[in-house]
């Protein structure tokens, strides 16, 4: 029976409504879709950066900070906008009750956890002269100690489908600059770690990776001043893309950490420093 050219018409119409469907269900379906991430650090510069990428992506988001209430309320007022979902937890990750509470209370509110973003991190820059037990603590307490204690409560709470541990390194834990000694040996612990826990729990589904950036603008750097004259034009001049990083530079690489792009890839470290 032939048909005549209006049912044709519709049927024509039918299927591109259908494919225009099938397209947009694909465009909402992020690579994080039902995941649960706790993002340490995640009031501004590249933890900020990174909540806002896994969100996108679908993954529910905890926004951790230690002091900035506001900026980490900014973070979640920005996901939340777009439609995605994230809530702001205080802890400070260089205290163990802290973390325990941060990682009882991810459970408590989203039932589980499948993603931990190992961000919150401080750096100091001293020459010999100036190292002091302060120094060497506070930037081991929170950079190393603070980044096992996450891990082993990330470990507890992801579930028999395993989990995803990013570290942010830095490129300093290789390049090793001067006057920058306690601060690169905190990132050299950090690769270490990286590839230690990744070969321990991988048996457990659990993959562990770090992302190991260069000099990147965020609040951090721009307080501490290493945004500007010399030291600046000295790490421009020698990256072979000739600028420093923005934290859009920096997450994409989280989420392909967090994700099953990278399912058959654990203990590594990703360097992203333009070349450097
Ligand atoms: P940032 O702008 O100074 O932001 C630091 C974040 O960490 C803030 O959200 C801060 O929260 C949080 N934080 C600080 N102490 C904390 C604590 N005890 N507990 C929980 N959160 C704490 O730093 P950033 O430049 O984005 O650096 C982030 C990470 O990237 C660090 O691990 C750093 O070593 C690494 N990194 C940075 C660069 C760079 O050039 N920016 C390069 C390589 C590696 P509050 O504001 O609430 O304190």
Known sequence: MKLSSGPRICIARYRNRAAVLEMERKDNMGKLNGKVAIVTGASKGIGAGIAKQLAAE????????????QGADNVVKEITSKGGKAVALQADIAKQADIERLFAETKKQFGKLDILVNNAGIYEFAPIEGITSE??????????????????EAAKYFDGEGGSIVNI???????APPSAAVYSATKGAVDTLT?????ELGPRKIRVNAINPGLVLTEGVQSGGFDQGDFRKEIESSTPLGRIGK?????????????????WITGETLVIAGGR
């Open 247 to 263: 934290v859009e530079d920096i997450a994409p690489a989280a989420v392909f950490f967090a994700s099953n792009d990278s399912s």
């Open 195 to 199: 590839k230690s826990l990744a070969k």
């Open 58 to 69: 679908g993954a529910t988001v905890v926004v951790n900070y230690a002091s900035s209430k």
């Open 169 to 175: 390194s830095s490129v300093v834990s290789t390049l």
């Open 135 to 152: 120094h060497f603590h506070k930037q081991f307490d929170l950079n190393v100690l603070g980044l096992v204690l996450a891990s082993k």
